[in-house]
Each structure stands twice: as C-alpha cells, then as structure tokens.
C-alpha cells in the first residue's frame, strides 16, 4: 500500500474517531446525550404548566411552588451530618428525598414547618413520571430558579435511588439560629461560612409565609422575583419597623414597609466572618449568579458521589437575558441607614432610588 493511500486511511480515521456521539432520541423530537435523561424532558414540560404557572418566577418558587422548591432542595439535602456519622449514629442521607418519602416524620420537624405544603404538591409529579424523589426535588428547584429574570442556571444529576431513611432531626438551620450556630451546623454538612453566604443568594428571590403567618407572602426585598442584588442591600439597612404583627421568633426589624427581615440574614450580613462576602454581591451580579450555581452543584449532591449519577443539567432551561439595573438605595434611604460591616472594604456608594419611601407589595398567592 503507498503512502499517500496510509496517509487517506489516518485520516478517515480520525474522522471517524471524532463524529459526535450519537444522542438518544427523546419525545417531541428532542434529543438527549443520555437516554436517561429523556424522562426529564417530559417532567420539564408538566411542572413548567402545571407547578410553576407557565414558567413564572412567582411565589412558587420559593413560597408556593418555584420559592418553596427552591427551598426544598435544601430542606431536603441539608439533613446530613458528618458529626453524626462519626459518633456511629446515622447522619442523614442528604440529598436522597427522604423528606418527601417520610413527609409524615420530617415536615414534622420544627425547622420545617410549612414545607409539607411543597411536598405534597411535588409528589403526584414525581410519581407519575416514575422518578425518585432526591431526583425530583432538585430538578424542581433548578427548573423554578431558572424562571427568574437573570438567574442561575443549575446543574442536574439524575440517578439517586428512591430508598431513603427520615433524617435526623436538628438539622435545618433556623431563622432564630445565631450565626455561629448556624456556621457550625452547616460545617457539620460541608459547607464553609463563604458557601452559607452563596447559598442565601436564594433569598433574592424569596418570601416568608410562617414565621409570621399572619402576613403570609411577605418578600425579603423590594425585587422578590429578580435574581438580583437588591437583597443584600437590603438587609444591610438599619431596621426601623415590622411588616406585620409584631416581633415573632426569628423575626427583626425591617427597613421597609411591607419587607420582612430574617434573624438569621440580619446577622450574616453583619458578621465580620461573612460580611465582606455578603457585601461582594451587591456590585457583582455574575460573581452572585456564579457562586450560587456553584455552591448548589454540591449542595444537590451531598450523600452522594456525582460520578455515579448521571449529568441531564441540558434539560434546565437557559434563563432569560435580561440587564439588570444597578441596585440602589431604596427610595428614602441614605447612606447613613447602611450598617455595613466588612472592615476591608467600604461599602459601595449606591445611588437612592427617586420618589416616595418604598413600600414592598406582598407576593401574590400562587
């Protein structure tokens, strides 16, 4: 054989060496890199009509369907300790959906009050697409948060088993948990005081409905359906008021009507361990968007080994473009109400919103 002849056989070689791996056909004429992944298509097309109201980035997300399943994924992944295991107890399974299959112990716990709501809403989902619930809750969370105008777009392994043990109890933090208390439970998990602040960015988009019930759907900033900075504006403003009843557990004093405030975020936001991590955000969105897709890609994981699952994140959506405005004092707020606290770096000088005081709307039932 020549030379040249060699030389045309390499070379179809190599091309046949690099044609693309041939990807499983999947309902609707999608395709999909893993015929596993297939499932997830159709379970996009359900919740994105029937849970998250066409894909809005509303109460559901973290309250109703999109708010509180963003929170289930931590509701359900946080129930793991190292400190635990090692005492010879058993530590939790993470992120294995025990809180959706033994609902009648867990949203039981104290920490989880008001979750059964989402779990039993989740439920008939996962069931009738025959999924398993860790599997579930963390497609429904990275399904809701893409929704929301310039937010993450998250990671998705599929794979985890439907068999579970109830986690032990006293391991979500708590609105009325201080900081160092709450720092030490999430170590306990494997996450740092850093990853604590990158995982609160998920309160940019977030409302309370029982600390105090009484005022149910009650945002943690003026934004509460952007995934923006706003939030740890916000929180860094002198409180001067309550939203509603009163001072509840796990309740401070807000900057503005209508705005309820959370314990625990007042004293992150102004502990010197996360200050300056908190204080980052407000002037670096990608930075915000980045860290929590990063922080979340192991909280989604945690108990588990990510190899041993399979990747389906093309399935998420791609969330909206969008620019967003620069964040700015709410109108009738100065930089005198600012109570910052990273002593490395000043905060930022932000401009004040036009108009009257803001008053923030409660987010409306889904």
């Given at each position: ?9 390499s ?10 791996p041939?990807?499983?056909?999947c ?6 890199s ?9 379970v ?15 109460e559901?997300?973290h309250?109703?369907s999109c ?35 033994f ?23 996962a069931?009738?697409?025959n ?9 429904a ?10 937010g ?24 009325s ?28 988009v977030?409302a309370q ?11 943690f900033?003026?934004t509460p359906?952007?995934f ?9 403003l002198n409180?001067t ?19 309820f405030?959370?314990?625990s975020?007042?004293e ?19 930075k ?18 990510p ?10 959506p ?5 620019t ?5 004092l ?16 000043p905060?930022?000088r ?7 005081a ?9």
């Open positions: 054989m020549s030379f040249k002849s060699l030389i045309a056989l070379a179809l070689a190599v091309t046949v060496l690099a044609a693309p041939r990807r499983a056909a309902s609707n004429g999608r395709t999909a893993d015929a596993a992944c297939c499932v997830w298509f159709d996009l097309d359900d919740i994105q009509e029937n849970l998250f109201d066409n894909a809005e980035c509303g559901d997300v309250e109703g708010d509180q399943s963003l929170r289930l994924t931590f509701h359900d992944a946080i129930g793991f300790s190292k400190n635990l295991t090692a005492h010879g107890q058993f530590g939790g399974g993470g992120a294995d959906g025990s809180i959706m299959a609902a009648q112990i867990e949203t039981n716990f104290h920490a989880n009050v008001g979750v059964d709501e989402i779990v039993e809403t989740q439920r008939p989902f069931l009738k697409h999924v398993a619930f860790g599997d579930f809750i963390q497609f969370g990275a399904v809701g948060v893409s929704n929301c105008a310039g993450p777009r998250l990671q998705f392994l599929a794979g985890r088993s439907n068999i579970s043990q109830p986690s032990p109890d006293l391991l979500v933090p708590e609105p948990d201080a900081a160092d208390k709450i720092f030490a439970r999430m170590e306990d998990a494997g996450f740092s005081i850093i990853d604590t602040v990158d995982l609160l960015a998920s309160h940019t977030a409905d029982k600390v105090d019930a009484s005022i149910p759907g009650t945002p900033d003026s359906s952007t923006d900075a706003q939030f740890f504006v916000e929180t860094l409180g008021l309550f939203p509603g009843n009163g001072s509840n557990v796990g309740e401070v004093l807000s900057p503005l009507h209508g705005e405030r959370l314990q975020d007042f992150i936001a102004r502990d010197s361990r996360s200050a300056c991590e908190w204080q980052s955000f407000i002037t670096d969105h990608t915000m968007v980045t860290k929590f897709e990063s922080v979340m890609k192991r909280l989604a994981t945690v108990g588990h080994n190899n041993s699952l399979t990747d389906c994140s093309e399935v998420i791609v969330p909206k473009a969008v967003l405005p620069p964040p700015t709410p109108a009738g707020q100065t930089l005198g109400d600012v109570q910052g606290a990273c002593a490395a770096t905060f930022p932000l401009s004040t919103a036009p108009g009257p803001t008053s923030v709307a409660p987010v409306p039932p889904s």
